[in-house]
């Protein structure tokens, strides 16, 4: 195995291990979840499934709607669905709730920042886009309409489901609404892989297949400028 696709791997699962923990830092933190999180948990306290299962049921269904969208998940993609509900369920077994503003607010930033870098991560691997985004620029592409205007959309109708079904929204919404963008978009630039040189790809050909393929760099197909 190469260097350069020993180091996306390495990027990839722990981009996704981060997303995990941090997602269940932010529950910890009891003062808003992610737009998906806040859908997750109202889902989570009406079938008495965790809230990491949730997730990869919720993602599992999410790849699903790639099929009419001709979407072609790829090795990120899978690995999204399964290792950051995991890790999710996981931080919630050993971290305990956080009382207190003096102890909420700073770990609900850390827990945005968390999750800034493990987009950056995961997505800079280029081994697929998650299902929620893949979903994303899948509309985007059907419809015609712009990334930003289907990403809204879609988050807006995922909270107000989530908020109805009692899921947590919160202060910690509304910031990691208005912080994600410019997290993930400066930790793409960070976590940046360097596309292997031809020769270098003859001379070592890779075992798992670059899903990203050669379109657009990731922090354009994924998020809005």
């Known amino acids: 195995m190469s260097t350069h696709l020993?180091?996306?791997?390495?990027?990839?699962?722990?981009?996704?291990?981060?997303?995990g923990?941090?997602?269940?830092?932010?529950?910890?933190?009891?003062?808003g979840l992610e737009p998906w999180g806040v859908l997750h948990q109202g889902l989570a306290k009406h079938t008495g499934l965790s809230i990491g299962v949730v997730s990869i049921v919720v993602g599992a269904a999410v790849l699903l709607l790639w099929?009419?969208?001709?979407?072609?998940?790829?090795?990120?993609?899978?690995s999204n669905v399964f290792a950051i509900g995991i890790f999710m369920d996981g931080t919630l077994a050993v971290v305990p709730?956080?009382?207190?503003?003096?102890?909420?607010?700073?770990?609900?930033a850390a827990a945005i920042v968390g999750n800034?870098?493990?987009?950056?991560?995961?997505?800079?691997?280029?081994?697929?886009?998650?299902?929620?985004?893949?979903?994303?620029?899948?509309?985007?592409?059907?419809?015609?309409?712009?990334?930003?205007?289907v990403r809204t959309s879609?988050?807006?109708?995922?909270?107000?489901?989530?908020?109805?079904?009692g899921g947590s929204l919160g202060v910690g919404t509304v910031?990691?609404?208005?912080?994600?963008?410019?997290?993930?978009?400066?930790?793409?630039?960070?976590?940046?892989?360097?596309t292997a040189a031809p020769e270098a790809r003859a001379a070592s050909p890779s075992p798992v297949r670059d899903t990203a393929g050669p379109g657009p760099a990731p922090e354009r197909a994924i998020l809005p400028r």
């Open 116 to 149: 800034g870098v493990a987009t950056g991560l995961y997505i800079s691997a280029r081994f697929g886009p998650g299902p929620r985004d893949g979903l994303m620029t899948g509309l985007h592409r059907a419809t015609g309409r712009s990334i930003r205007l």
């Open 6 to 19: 020993t180091r996306r791997l390495v990027q990839l699962y722990a981009g996704l291990a981060l997303y």
């Open 67 to 78: 099929i009419p969208l001709r979407q072609r998940p790829g090795l990120g993609t899978v």
């Open 175 to 194: 910031l990691y609404a208005l912080a994600i963008g410019p997290l993930a978009q400066f930790f793409l630039r960070v976590f940046a892989i360097p």
């Open 154 to 165: 879609l988050e807006v109708l995922v909270v107000a489901t989530g908020f109805l079904l």
């Open 21 to 31: 923990v941090s997602s269940g830092l932010l529950v910890r933190a009891g003062l």
């Open 97 to 108: 709730d956080v009382r207190g503003l003096l102890a909420q607010v700073p770990l609900t």
